[in-house]
């Protein structure tokens, strides 16, 4: 639409056209809930697939009320696309979370993914990309409220940071986690537009974004290459059912409805149900890669060498195949690492197709239905049994777990005595089902399975708090998108798992995707620079080497380290810590090590404060959430009241998890964090 002069009061002109964006969507969602298909499909099953299609854009095109149906305009120095004539009017566009256009077709909103809408993230006044005005708006409660102007190609203009930017930022944080479609910075831009053919690997550290850039970059993904990725598929997967019930709302905010969202320990357990534990040392030697190798050796150990000829009666005709001959496709299959299920199923017709030779060296004329017939005579099928039988996934894992003998002839050379020892079972179980299989083990299982039968691979996988992933874990991943492309989101200095991976490089390694392209976030937009820069005295101690995050938020008086004199006053401290933040706006979370969480939820009881756990959404009259520090990974609140550090650090196998874990705990506040504590603070905090 070509830009014009403003009227005299430009908030109300922008008012107005937001009403009329608003008054086109709804028109847009009339349209489609009037399209009549009884006349357009040739069956009820064309008629279903069509009504759901129907159906999901009639919730894509929802008008949410709260939600700012645009964030942004810019005003081009010519027609886009056009020769750039001397004096010619320029376009503008109003960039918002999805297209919307009038009754002509003529659009009223750009969606921010779309090409014309990139210069609204990137464009500068170093390189303006022929804008010459760009505005941001400012909402309360899906009202708009406030504009913010910076003319890009004005030399008199000097760049200033922006304040509705800062504010969006800031703005409390009651429900679950929100987009960031209305701030993302060009660093960030650049990570969410990158081409889906090649998988990226984002390290930031607390309150750089990362979270958010991994699912705007879905969404773009899902813009750019609707109609390939609606074959193939994507998924997001979190580490924990809590923060992905705290994601979930941002991609349909982003009007996207159809991106499954999993935990890897939801990928690995169709086979078996997870009842048991691992102690740290046995689950971090069943995550290690060399696992794989040793299932790979059992597997193989199932093929025999043939014993005997095999001999198919056709009618008064036998036929033989001699073992020698079987022996050679039997060595001819092993050398291709064919699947060991697929390779099942190909002897077979290797051994028919033998027999057909034969029979059309005696004069005869036999088709591809013969030999399909051959492959299932009993006596093939008797010599396939014995020779390349059938191997369930599940069963042969608990033979390595429960049979020391078995698991020393297929470790050997790979793992140690002391390790084969550490990851047999106490118990051994006498079945499948009545095993008590751990995490660990379930992965086991899923990798025997794609030993046996291909895993079906995904268009696109997102990975968030991906340096918690063991090798194996990484493995079970990697094989969901074997083909497709993967977004790797992580910390390296928040890893709190006892096999929580050392470098990138490691872990894409074993995610299959090794030429991966590795890009880092150290600009801060979440967590006060005085919290962040508190907690970073931890990374000497738990990720030398890495950069610490510079926060552009300086919040005075945003931390406060309080020593309570005894550890029997601590709960109460706590509580009047937690009632002192819910003064403020927004959501408060007591994060605590897992150990002090009961006592103290039954502190907050006693002085009559309700809580929430974590994931469970945040309302105008419930906001304070008692965090096990466990959990707290990928959460973030307004203002966050931490209990007892040494706690936190004491709660882990080992001190530089404590301290990784507190590390977290420490950098999920936005507004404001309140440190207690009785017993002293861990060294390293200075």
């Excluded at 994507?234 to 992905?244: A, D, E, K, Q, Y």
């Excluded at 193989?300 to 022996?327: K, L, N, Q």
């Excluded at 969480?597 to 309700?610: K, N, T």
Aim: glycine content about 8%; hydrophobic content about 45%; charged content about 25%.
């Amino acid at each position: 639409m070509p830009a014009h002069e403003e009227t005299s009061n430009p908030l109300v002109r922008e008012r107005a056209h937001l009403a009329a964006s608003r008054a086109a969507l709804r028109a847009m969602r009339e349209d489609v809930q009037a399209l009549d298909i009884r006349d357009v499909t040739a069956n009820w099953v064309n008629a279903a697939v069509l009504q759901a299609q129907i159906d999901d854009r009639i919730k894509a095109l929802a008008d949410l009320s709260h939600t700012p149906l645009f964030f942004g305009r810019l005003d081009y120095l010519h027609v886009v696309g056009a020769e750039k004539a001397e004096g010619a009017e320029g376009e503008r566009f109003y960039i918002g979370r999805r297209h919307v256009h009038d009754a002509h077709g003529d659009p009223m909103v750009i969606d921010w993914r779309a090409p014309v809408s990139q210069p609204f993230y990137q464009a500068s006044r170093n390189n303006p990309l022929d804008v010459d005005h760009r505005r941001r708006f400012g909402y309360t409660g899906g009202e708009l409220t406030a504009y913010e102007d910076e003319h890009l190609t004005d030399p008199a203009e000097t760049e200033q940071t922006s304040r509705l930017l800062q504010a969006e930022i800031e703005r409390p944080r009651v429900g679950p986690m929100r987009d960031i479609v209305a701030t993302i910075q060009p660093e960030q831009d650049e990570i969410v537009r990158s081409g889906l053919g090649g998988t990226v690997c984002v390290q930031g550290g607390p309150g750089t974004g990362k979270t958010a850039v991994g699912l705007h970059r879905v969404a773009y993904l899902l813009y750019a290459h609707r109609e390939r990725l609606a074959r193939t598929g994507t998924l997001v997967i979190g580490p924990n059912r809590s923060f992905l019930h705290y994601i979930e709302q941002v991609l349909p905010a982003l009007g996207e409805l159809e991106v499954r969202q999993a935990t890897v320990e939801d990928l690995v357990t169709a086979r078996v149900e997870v009842r048991g534990t691992d102690e740290a040392a046995a689950a971090v030697i069943k995550g290690d890669a060399r696992m794989a190798e040793v299932l790979r050796r059992a597997i193989r150990s199932h093929v025999t060498p043939p014993a005997e000829t095999v001999v198919v009666v056709r009618g008064s005709r036998r036929w033989r195949v001699p073992a020698y001959e079987i022996e050679e496709m039997v060595g001819e299959l092993l050398a291709r690492d064919m699947r060991y299920g697929a390779a099942h199923e190909a002897l077979p017709q290797r051994i028919a197709h033998a027999v057909l030779v034969r029979m059309e060296e005696a004069g005869e004329a036999p088709d591809d239905r013969v030999q399909n017939a051959v492959a299932r005579d009993p006596a093939v099928k008797a010599a396939v049994k014995a020779i390349w039988p059938a191997v369930e996934p599940a069963k042969l894992v608990l033979r390595l777990l429960t049979d020391a003998d078995f698991l020393a002839a297929h470790a050997e050379g790979v793992l140690t005595g002391d390790e084969q020892k550490q990851i047999l079972m106490a118990r051994p179980a006498r079945s499948v089902k009545s095993a008590k299989w751990t995490a660990a083990d379930a992965v086991l299982i899923d990798e025997a399975a794609d030993l046996v039968a291909r895993t079906h691979s995904l268009g696109h996988v997102v990975i968030d708090e991906a340096q918690d992933l063991s090798p194996m874990q990484y493995r079970a991943v990697g094989r969901r998108c074997s083909t497709g492309s993967a977004t790797v989101l992580g910390d390296l200095a928040q890893g709190t798992t006892p096999w929580s991976t050392r470098s990138w490089e490691q872990a894409l390694f074993h995610l299959g995707k090794g030429d991966a392209v590795v890009e880092e976030l150290t600009a801060g937009f979440r967590v006060p620079r005085e919290v962040i820069a508190y907690a970073s005295r931890l990374l000497p101690a738990i990720a030398p080497g890495l950069a610490p995050v510079e926060s552009v938020r300086e919040t005075p008086g945003s931390l406060a380290v309080r020593e309570v004199a005894a550890a029997d006053g601590l709960d109460a401290a706590v509580v009047a810590a937690c009632e002192e933040s819910l003064r403020h706006e927004g959501s408060i979370g007591l994060i605590a090590a897992d150990a002090r969480v009961p006592a103290l939820s039954a502190a907050l009881a006693e002085a009559g404060h309700s809580v929430l756990s974590p994931g469970e959404e945040t309302t105008a009259d419930s906001r304070l959430t008692l965090v096990p520090a466990s959990l707290a990974k990928g959460l973030e609140y307004d203002y966050v009241v931490l209990d007892e550090p040494a706690a936190v650090v004491d709660g882990e196998p080992d001190e530089r998890t404590g301290l990784r874990r507190l590390y977290v705990a420490l950098t999920r506040a936005v507004s404001g964090l309140v440190v207690l504590h009785a017993a002293p603070l861990p060294e390293q905090l200075g």
